[in-house]
């Protein structure tokens, strides 16, 4: 294992740490228990949105928070679920009356410390909607997770339910927002090589010099099916036909499309995949309203993409296309 | 080789595809000769900039064209220096009659190309005036290279030109400037993995599972030496000592910082990275007036990063924080 870090075990202190450095005027890290504020905490009148997550998927999900997107968000160590206590101690420090909206990716891990805390912010007087992401299409079970997990469609459900709470959507309303975004979100990802758990110190799993693992999960769960690797062309077809079919896209219809790299694959292949995709999409008559492509989900070094596309709609559009500043995404300010 | 591409001798021209169907209000892609050109073309009554060199360093350059950066940018193949009639073709498209300034990396390829660019440019009546970078303070010569290699404060260079052409700085005062800033920019790159040019298949160079190379090239020329692995705090304070005191830094002066990756090593890495790099900077009293964290210039997916500090000025500071809208570097907009 060969990465820069020092000690595996502070990892995670130590890259938030630099963060805290880095972005001041967007995010404060607090320690004991861990999570990252927007600069400034609580806005008065706005729902407070918060997610958090195992570590290891940089910039999910500390590089999402500021103006228009996260209030704070709660990282566990490395492909670890945040405790009970982080996600309490966050969503305390961002309510400011007008309730809190908790986005859960679907691991069980992180649904149930989620459904503990939000018990106890419940029981502390603060009013919690939470809503479960599962947009990966790959299997229905896996590793770590009941029924489908939560990847990509989490990164376009926090930038929209962040401009919405800006606008002044209440709870309810977000509620019902970031259900509908993870309704009409899928994704699917591949592998070229696996990743390793700095704690561990070796990689996660095998893969072959001639293989790619169809249907991946950000943590190197086990996707589809092991195939040899092939062309780009053929590998993004596979994930397109995966979550167009998954969503039942029809020809009309439009999208906003994230191409994900997984850590380790570098722009100039990204943008190879979003060539591919967005020749499948215009075959199919489905319009790319808005892109995303780079890095934004990611598991450690990995070598991989994954993509996902989320059914939009003016609405939606126009609250994708809000200002957002934080130190992973910005733009409008 | 594992990556996601289609054939080797299409990944550059696929890329620029991807790049053009992803950013149609922000970029043209010609081809024949190929360059990138700002869409909407030539700005009336401001110097263009034109950039270019070998692929495989994405975002750079054509991530980099856009409003307050580059009007245009002419991608070689792989680690291969643009040809002469790209460059001329591309100063002609961005040329208004204020004149056009290229930013060029030192490297004898892109040198001479740049060079008998100029003189086809002033042939035809159009005032050129060319900045080589030459930042590297890893090695006097190189693989490629007479002097110093140029590299990250090229970034740098193109975001602080890029702006003082918006504000109407005519030619002569951007080449000056850029000549400023290179001046006053100095970096530094370590490798932990080689990377693999799609073209030759296998990996530029050979390096042991607990060595890292010190002082690498953005191709995967040799450094300074061969290192066994050490923690990040080792390495960085190693980075640090020959960046900081090549430029001769003094306490009480301030700096805009680049921690960038080199392909594929993840965020997490780099925030760690940038958290010792301010504890140095911070010890020595150094201010960080502003800084750059992530993948911004490449070595295809190559692991390990390169740090970069230029001396900055209420100036520089202030041509940087200018609004920039490109593919890859967007802010104020």
Chains 1, 2 share one sequence.
């Not at 169809?214 to 780009?232: N, S, W, Y």
């Not at 994930?239 to 994230?258: F, S, Y």
């Not at 020749?279 to 993509?307: D, F, K, N």
Request: a negative charge.
């Amino acid at each position: 294992m060969k990465k820069l870090i020092n000690r595996p075990q502070m990892v995670v202190r130590e890259s938030l740490a630099g963060l805290a450095l880095a972005h001041p005027d967007l995010v404060e890290v607090h320690t004991d228990p861990t999570y990252v504020l927007r600069a400034g905490g609580r806005v008065p009148g706005k729902v407070g949105i918060v997610s958090g997550g195992g570590s290891g998927h940089e910039p999910m999900h500390a590089g999402y928070v500021g103006r228009g997107m996260l209030d704070a968000a709660c990282p566990g160590d490395i492909f670890t679920s945040p405790t009970p206590d982080q996600i309490e101690q966050a969503s305390r420090a961002v309510d400011s009356g007008a309730g809190v909206l908790h986005i859960v990716k679907n691991y069980t891990g992180d649904v149930m410390n989620f459904e503990m805390a939000a018990e106890l912010c419940r029981a502390g007087g603060i009013t919690v909607e939470a809503v479960v992401i599962n947009d990966d299409v790959a299997v229905r079970d896996s590793l770590y997770t009941a029924g489908r997990r939560g990847v990509g469609t989490t990164v376009l459900a926090e930038k929209i339910c962040g401009a919405a709470a800006e606008r002044g959507y209440d709870l309810q309303q977000l509620a019902g927002l970031c259900t509908r975004v993870n309704a009409n979100g899928r994704s699917i990802g591949v592998a070229l090589t696996s990743c390793t758990v700095p704690a561990a110190g070796r990689p996660t799993f095998e893969i072959g010099e001639a293989e790619l693992e169809f249907g991946i999960g950000i943590h190197g769960e086990p996707g589809r099916e092991r195939l040899p690797m092939q062309p780009a062309q053929a590998i993004v077809a596979m994930m397109a036909r995966a979550v167009t079919g998954d969503l039942g896209l029809r020809r009309g219809e439009q999208v906003i499309a994230l191409v994900n790299g997984m850590g380790g694959t570098p722009l100039i292949e990204l943008y190879i995949v979003y060539h591919e995709l967005a020749r499948i999409c215009q075959a199919m008559g489905v319009g790319i309203a808005r892109r995303l492509i780079g890095s934004y989900i990611t598991s450690l070094e990995m070598a991989g993409c994954s993509i996902t596309l989320l059914r939009a709609d003016d609405e939606l559009v126009g609250l994708w296309d809000d200002p957002v500043h934080t130190p992973a995404l910005r733009w409008g300010v």
